[in-house]
């Protein structure tokens, strides 16, 4: 009987085996969810639509966006974090959901490092150091000696508490001894605007949104946060030109549940490498001031995991963990 019973559990465990082995070379065989956990109309739902149109293209499958915004980011993850890990469930994460957030709120329903399985980086995104016209600086050099000479006079805004654009300014306090006022907002084009208004002074905000307001002359760019030029402005300097070290890197990138099968990961990550090496998809990103960055798997981990190093500093000096 026992013969019996262990040849009948080998075989549930090879057939089990075997329909594992086919849904995951034959993935995927129905519509695909890309989720995204902010609104429609930002620089992460842009990046996943364009994403969408091409795995589309090349599955033969349905890969549809939903929008899952609320909570910075935090809703939309964990509702990724819950589903299946059959490869059906995507999600573009970022920065903020994936490494701030969990910094500053350890007691999130889900644990990004364990729920899931990061697949590729897709795009880095410079954020812009930008002052209204009215002050007086040109450049960041000017910007830290009149941060210093006048002591909490300078208003900055942000996208919200824990935000890039607001972790990105406590970076740059922190690196410079500098002291300014944080302003939060809502949304990056409230911040834009409000500095185009002169209601704040300065801020560090998404590239993507704010670089038709420093063309403009709306607002007037003084650097970008990124360790590289930005091909999108190519004459504007880096923070780290002045500041040496200063790395402030908005990205995005895409995940699935933790235990999706290995094969589904790699389909995935070569069809983003493919996808990021076409003409007009490097083209549309450099008009949204974004990078390219295709990764392996292995690589996206382990950026992640600077990251989290990165950032727990900035994060325990802006007050905003214990």
């Given at each position: 009987?026992?013969?019996?019973?262990?040849?009948?559990?080998?075989?549930?465990?090879?057939?089990?085996?075997?329909?594992?082995?086919?849904?995951?070379?034959?993935?995927?065989?129905?519509?695909?969810?890309?989720?995204?956990?902010?609104?429609?109309?930002?620089?992460?739902?842009?990046?996943?639509?364009?994403?969408?149109?091409?795995?589309?293209?090349?599955?033969?499958?349905?890969?549809?966006?939903?929008?899952?915004?609320?909570?910075?980011?935090?809703?939309?993850?964990?509702?990724?974090?819950?589903?299946?890990?059959?490869?059906?469930?995507?999600?573009?994460?970022?920065?903020?959901?994936?490494?701030?957030?969990?910094?500053?709120?350890?007691?999130?329903?889900?644990?990004?490092e364990k729920d899931f399985q990061p697949v590729s980086m897709i795009v880095r995104l410079p954020n812009l150091a930008m002052v209204n016209p009215?002050?007086?600086?040109?450049?960041?050099?000017?910007?830290?000696?009149?941060?210093?000479?006048?002591?909490?006079?300078?208003?900055?805004?942000?996208?919200?508490?824990?935000?890039?654009?607001?972790?990105?300014?406590?970076?740059?306090?922190?690196?410079?001894?500098?002291?300014?006022?944080?302003?939060?907002?809502?949304?990056?084009?409230?911040?834009?605007?409000?500095?185009?208004?002169?209601?704040?002074?300065?801020?560090?905000?998404?590239?993507?949104?704010?670089?038709?307001?420093?063309?403009?002359?709306?607002?007037?760019?003084?650097?970008?946060?990124?360790?590289?030029?930005?091909?999108?402005?190519?004459?504007?300097?880096?923070?780290?030109?002045?500041?040496?070290?200063?790395?402030?890197?908005?990205?995005?990138?895409?995940?699935?549940?933790?235990?999706?099968?290995?094969?589904?990961?790699?389909?995935?990550?070569?069809?983003?490498?493919?996808?990021?090496?076409?003409?007009?998809?490097?083209?549309?990103?450099?008009?949204l001031g974004a990078m390219p960055s295709a990764t392996t798997p292995d690589e996206f981990a382990e950026y992640i995991q600077g990251e989290r190093?990165?950032?727990?500093?900035?994060?325990?000096?802006?007050?905003?963990?214990?």
């Amino acid at each position: 009987m026992r013969n019996l019973l262990s040849v009948a559990a080998a075989t549930a465990a090879m057939l089990a085996f075997a329909a594992s082995s086919y849904a995951s070379e034959n993935w995927p065989e129905r519509q695909v969810s890309i989720v995204v956990p902010f609104g429609a109309g930002g620089s992460t739902d842009l990046i996943a639509r364009i994403l969408a149109q091409h795995m589309q293209g090349s599955f033969g499958r349905p890969f549809v966006v939903e929008n899952r915004g609320g909570g910075g980011g935090s809703i939309g993850t964990n509702y990724a974090a819950r589903a299946a890990n059959n490869g059906y469930t995507l999600l573009v994460g970022t920065v903020s959901s994936h490494v701030i957030n969990p910094l500053i709120n350890p007691d999130a329903a889900h644990d990004t490092e364990k729920d899931f399985q990061p697949v590729s980086m897709i795009v880095r995104l410079p954020n812009l150091a930008m002052v209204n016209p009215s002050v007086p600086v040109q450049n960041i050099s000017e910007l830290i000696a009149y941060a210093r000479e006048n002591p909490g006079r300078l208003s900055y805004g942000s996208s919200g508490a824990g935000t890039s654009s607001h972790l990105s300014a406590e970076m740059f306090q922190m690196m410079t001894e500098t002291q300014m006022a944080h302003v939060p907002f809502k949304s990056t084009g409230e911040v834009v605007t409000s500095l185009a208004g002169g209601h704040i002074d300065l801020a560090f905000d998404n590239m993507t949104s704010a670089w038709p307001q420093a063309e403009g002359g709306a607002v007037r760019a003084l650097a970008v946060t990124t360790p590289m030029r930005s091909d999108a402005a190519p004459e504007v300097p880096t923070v780290a030109e002045t500041v040496e070290g200063f790395e402030a890197t908005a990205w995005q990138g895409l995940f699935v549940p933790a235990g999706t099968p290995q094969p589904i990961v790699d389909k995935l990550a070569a069809e983003v490498q493919r996808i990021l090496e076409l003409p007009e998809v490097v083209a549309r990103l450099k008009e949204l001031g974004a990078m390219p960055s295709a990764t392996t798997p292995d690589e996206f981990a382990e950026y992640i995991q600077g990251e989290r190093g990165r950032w727990a500093e900035v994060v325990k000096a802006a007050g905003l963990s214990d």
